[in-house]
């Protein structure tokens, strides 16, 4: 362990929660206008890189953060152990892995927005914007750094609450206020069931109640061996809440009005860090508190396959930029649990594969890091081109990559990199998945090849992303287009730069994931990963520099000579048609029409699933809200009488509960 | 002899990417003799593709200005993203013992071919152009749907995708009923994301005036049309590669002379297969785009069938 000699690692990491605070008090001085732009984008930007520094040297210099903080709340600290008085942070490899994504993404997002919020100068207050984004950055770290179940739920909470408004901020649209209401309803409704399970965690498993994460940890393994079946239903629980928040399918559905109507700087820091938080929580849950099971292994293992087969195929229908890009988020998350569910299944089997296991992880955490970047980066491209021509219509928009054209050249790197084109990031982490998933016997390798099927419909659908926007001309002139000013650049700049980076070089992204491994109690002996190779002994190997090495300057040569030849320009050419090519050009929807058609078995599929699973669940729901709203509204003497009496007893109960639990 | 093998790595990788990128030229050469024999025609010279690309090296570049600027990248990427295929695929001569492939990277860069012809052929200003592209993707996600399954099976069954132990899947000793019909699949997969009639969809000249490549003339057109046919033949090797003991051939006569009957058996494989897809294909029009995805969609089922048999160990 060594420790940074001039810095206490305190500060630095209290550092980023005071400006977060800072940020969010002094912006309530100002509504609109540079000043407002500048302290939020300044301030959340110097916190999201001293969010990078604090990840850098827990999991490079190994510096250990671990520390309590005493809130004075209920009694002096020390007297009451529970649960109020005090709290834990503290980061260990796999929360510095997370924070490193969120610095990455907040980073990026908060320089954007500098001259993104000017879309907004004439008709929004800001103040309701700079409250929430700040406060909701500063509330994903907490998530992250806390180690104690119960401020952890307090603070999940919060960062919902304050995530939804960001959704809805721009309140004018009908269709932003809706999606806000949808994503905070149905994410609050299922964090119920997560803090029943997590409730149950802490108290049912040890004699006296327990809120530290190692605690909670053993308190849900002796309630493994004295209940199996309510340590299960424990589990349930909490995964329920953690999997809406990560939009696995079927719990997705809020996910692609809320990140289709967010302004697009807001979408790329959920997409790209919320739904990590939520993975960040799955891994603590399945590696950490939960012993490895193979019915979990099954479960996860499948879940991620749908939902990566569910979320890719419905992206590939979408005509609107961001609600292409929200689907392949669910699908991307997909591939994420995939790779966790993996990694179970191979630590439970029979006998037990650690060694592939460690690289499930690998893959699972490696397209997390990655998928925060690449698709934060196409949110903010998407978010470009809807600064410039006030469309997020794919059938109009068309022929801007000349006139944008570094947004342009980004928003290839980030298609390439979730299309997994050699030797770009997403490449090396989809490897990873289908190298641990496909070698193996039993179910794991019928989802490697759904794994690797879905990955050409990304590629696919990211060719109509990119091409209809930035290549085949528009049938709509947009003149007035130029490039984003240069914060915009240079938020997206930084994340492309960072997909080469990581792709090409994976050993960096090595360097900073297996402090994660070795936390969960992964080996990591059996991998061979040098800065430019990758290999799994005996199973696979992967070197990405090398074929970067060779790809790009044989590229870059042929095209040199190309360009060097005589040249002649055309102006399109529709084999004698006397339209122009631009009138001709093809809409956004017609794309993939035929391909839609033959596999219109399996949208069928999925509408009558969606059918089930969430219209028939929201009615039944819908159904216990109109019991109570009839209660509330015009209740009978004797039913409210009853229903006060019952809340009466509950509290009693509970309040009794916890004076047993903290006296000695 | 492993030893000499890695002397020479990057000698032996030079000549099977050089050769192979003359002998796709060559075979297509080679193709057409054979359709127009099959249909009773003359055809043209063997070496009439080679005098093609050469001659529209010569010409001058046409520019595109509706065209996105990937559109003019694109055939030179395409065509790295081949030749780099070539070099990490064991082929005429064997690569490296110390640098030995891996099916999903040989893939993948075989697949970003496709993907890359996409990209840029729906950049392109033309209508025709861009409906290629369309029809490109569309067909890749529909043989990736076959070849997913294959890839699943052969590395389920044999617990690795390093291609030096899964070459050859036919090892008389440890052969399996799921590697037989994943080899039966990934003979088919070669021949139709070779673009091969009938599911020669993309480029489609009596209907779309060359997809893919309408947008593109002189070097940039020589360019694209020399990756898709070293496309063709890296599909076709990958699949001699899994079928044939080569390094048994090589090993068995020493090391110069097995070398160079290895070669030669190979160059005879390729040229028996790339006449057997020439017969083939002699014998079938074009499908509609619709027609082509829903046929190649069906062959999952001999994938499918391949991958439950290696899931359950057989």
Not at chain 1, 145 to 163: A, C, G, N, P, Q
Not at chain 1, 376 to 384: C, I, M
Not at chain 1, 632 to 655: D, Q
Not at chain 2, 112 to 136: L, M, N
Request: overall charge positive; glycine content about 8%.
């Amino acid at each position: 362990m060594v420790n940074a000699p001039f810095i206490q690692p305190k500060i630095i990491f209290l550092l980023p929660i005071a400006l977060c605070l800072l940020c969010s008090i002094t912006s309530l001085f100002f509504r609109r206008g540079l000043i407002a732009r500048a302290l939020i984008s300044l301030l959340t930007s110097i916190s999201s890189v001293l969010m990078l520094a604090i990840a850098v040297m827990c999991s490079l210099f190994g510096v250990r953060v671990y520390f309590k903080i005493n809130t004075g709340l209920w009694g002096a600290a020390g007297t009451v152990p529970w649960p109020l008085s005090a709290i834990t942070f503290s980061i260990d490899g796999l929360s510095a892995v997370f924070v490193l994504m969120l610095g990455f993404v907040g980073l990026a997002s908060s320089v954007y927005s500098l001259s993104y919020l000017r879309r907004f100068r004439e008709d929004y207050d800001l103040r309701s914007f700079s409250v929430n984004y700040s406060l909701s950055l500063m509330l994903m770290y907490l998530v992250l750094t806390v180690r104690d179940l119960f401020w952890f739920l307090i603070f999940w909470e919060l960062m919902t609450l304050t995530s939804q408004f960001l959704v809805s901020f721009e309140h004018r649209r009908r269709a932003a206020v809706t999606a806000g209401l949808k994503y905070f309803t149905l994410t609050k409704v299922l964090a119920e069931l997560m803090i029943i399970g997590g409730v149950t965690m802490m108290v049912l498993g040890s004699p006296s109640p327990v809120t530290e994460f190692r605690e909670v940890a053993a308190s849900l393994n002796l309630l493994f061996l004295s209940n199996p079946t309510v340590a299960m239903v424990a589990v349930s629980l909490f995964f329920t809440g953690l999997m809406v928040k990560a939009s696995l399918t079927p719990l997705h559905v809020w996910l692609p009005d809320a990140y289709l109507e967010a302004p697009s700087n807001a979408s790329a820091l959920l997409s790209g860090a919320m739904t990590k938080v939520s993975v960040y929580m799955m891994f603590r849950l399945f590696l950490f508190f939960n012993p490895p099971n193979l019915l979990w292994g099954a479960i996860l293992s499948l879940i991620g396959a749908v939902t990566l087969t569910y979320g890719t195929m419905m992206a590939l229908k979408q005509t609107k930029s961001k609600s292409l890009l929200a689907y392949h988020s669910v699908g991307q998350l997909g591939y994420v649990v995939l790779g966790l569910g993996a990694c179970v299944t191979l630590l439970s089997m029979n006998p037990p594969n650690p060694a592939l296991a460690t690289v499930a992880a690998l893959a699972s955490l490696y397209h997390a890091l990655n998928h925060a970047i690449f698709k934060s980066l196409l949110f903010l491209n998407a978010g470009s081109v809807e600064y410039v021509t006030g469309t997020k219509d794919l059938n109009e928009l068309g022929g801007l990559g000349r006139l944008m054209p570094v947004t342009s050249l980004t928003a290839l790197i980030a298609s390439f990199s979730i299309a997994g084109i050699p030797p770009f990031n997403g490449f090396v982490s989809k490897w990873l998945i289908y190298s641990s998933t496909m070698t193996v016997h039993g179910y794991l390798p019928v989802f490697g090849f759904l794994a690797l099927f879905i990955s050409s419909v990304t590629t696919a659908s990211f060719v109509k992303f990119y091409t209809s926007i930035f290549g085949k001309p528009s049938r709509k002139l947009f003149r007035n287009a130029r490039e984003v000013p240069a914060s915009m650049l240079a938020g997206q700049v930084l994340l492309a730069s960072l997909c080469v980076l990581l792709g090409v070089f994976p050993g960096i992204a090595w360097i900073l994931l297996k402090p994660a491994l070795t936390s969960a109690g992964l080996s990591t002996v059996n991998l061979g990963v040098g800065l430019t190779a990758f290999s799994i002994p005996s199973v696979a190997v992967n070197y990405p520099t090398l074929i970067a090495a060779t790809l790009f300057p044989t590229a870059g040569i042929i095209y040199a000579i190309l360009s060097s030849k005589e040249a002649h320009s055309i102006k399109g050419w529709a084999c004698g048609a006397l339209r122009s090519p631009q009138a001709l050009s093809p809409p956004a929807k017609s794309y993939y029409e035929v391909f839609e058609e033959e596999f219109r078995g399996f949208y069928r599929f999925g509408e009558v699933l969606y059918d089930y699973v969430v219209v028939k669940g929201s009615q039944a729901l819908h159904v216990i809200l109109r019991g109570t709203q009839h209660l509330t509204e015009s209740p009978s003497p004797m039913s409210a009488l009853t229903a006060f009496i019952l809340t009466a007893l509950l509290l009693l109960y509970l309040i009794l509960k916890l004076l047993g639990a903290m006296l000695p | 002899m492993s030893s000499f093998y890695s002397s020479l790595t990057w000698l032996f990788t030079l000549i099977n990417v050089v050769s192979l990128t003359a002998l796709a030229l060559v075979l297509d050469g080679i193709e057409r003799k054979v359709r127009a024999r099959v249909q009773r025609r003359i055809g043209p010279p063997i070496l009439q593709t080679l005098y093609d690309v050469l001659k529209l090296y010569k010409r001058p570049v046409t520019h595109d200005e509706l065209a996105g600027p990937f559109h003019a990248v694109a055939p030179a990427l395409a065509f790295a993203a081949s030749l780099v295929g070539a070099a990490m695929l064991p082929s005429l001569l064997p690569v490296s013992n110390s640098f030995s492939g891996d099916l999903i990277v040989v893939i993948y860069l075989i697949s970003s071919v496709s993907a890359i012809t996409s990209f840029g052929a729906a950049s392109s200003g033309i209508p025709f152009s861009v409906v290629g592209g369309w029809r490109e993707a569309s067909l890749m996600m529909t043989s990736e749907l076959v070849l997913g399954a294959t890839v699943a099976a052969i590395a389920s069954s044999s617990g690795s995708l390093m291609l030096s132990s899964l070459m050859p899947l036919t090892k008389p000793a440890s052969i399996k009923v799921s590697s037989v019909i994943a080899l039966v699949s990934l003979a088919l997969l070669a021949y139709v994301e070779g673009g091969r009639l009938p599911f020669e969809i993309t480029e489609a000249e009596p209907e779309l005036t060359g997809g893919v490549l309408s947008g593109y003339g002189g070097p940039p057109l020589a360019l694209l049309m020399h990756s898709i046919l070293l496309k063709r033949v890296l599909l076709i090797t990958l699949f001699l590669d899994l079928l044939l003991p080569w390094d048994a051939i090589s090993n068995a006569l020493g090391a110069p002379l097995g070398l160079v009957v290895r070669a030669l058996i190979f160059i005879l494989a390729l040229l028996i297969a790339s006449i057997i897809c020439a017969a083939l294909e002699a014998l079938f029009g074009r499908c509609r785009p619709g027609h082509a995805i829903s046929v190649v969609k069906k062959a999952v089922i001999i994938s499918g069938v391949a991958l439950i048999a290696a899931c359950v160990g057989f």
